[in-house]
């Protein structure tokens, strides 16, 4: 079992930055891949960034250079560190985690809100 707490999000003027936090506990050591994803209202989840065990990382397309995924193994913590926000990235960002034995895991989102 795996438990992820997010925290970080809050409101933040376009152009500002926020670093959102996901603390993991449990079976950390099984973990293999983790995500962030956001959801807005009435809009499918969709995929933020991602890093693998080993430190590889892969985001989507228009976060790419503005946001940076990193994880600290030894805080068994995930950052996800925003810059440069645009009012339409206000949404429920949400921690994920896939495990080695393929179990999924979600922690319950941070609401960042990017308003003026």
């Known amino acids: 079992q795996v438990h992820l707490v997010e925290s970080g999000g809050g409101l933040v003027q376009p152009g500002g930055s926020l670093r959102l936090s996901c603390a993991a506990s449990g079976v950390i050591s099984s973990i293999d891949v983790m995500r962030w994803y956001r959801q807005a209202p009435g809009k499918q989840r969709e995929f933020v960034a991602s890093?693998?065990?080993?430190?590889?990382?892969n985001y989507k397309e228009s976060v790419e250079g503005r946001f940076t995924i990193s994880r600290d193994n030894a805080e068994s913590t995930l950052y996800l560190q925003m810059n440069s926000l645009k009012p339409e990235e206000t949404a429920v960002y949400l921690c994920?985690?896939?495990?080695?034995?393929?179990?999924?895991?979600w922690g319950q989102g941070t609401q960042v809100t990017v308003s003026s």
């Open positions: 994920y985690a896939l495990t080695i034995g393929s179990n999924t895991y």
């Open positions: 890093i693998l065990r080993g430190g590889s990382t």
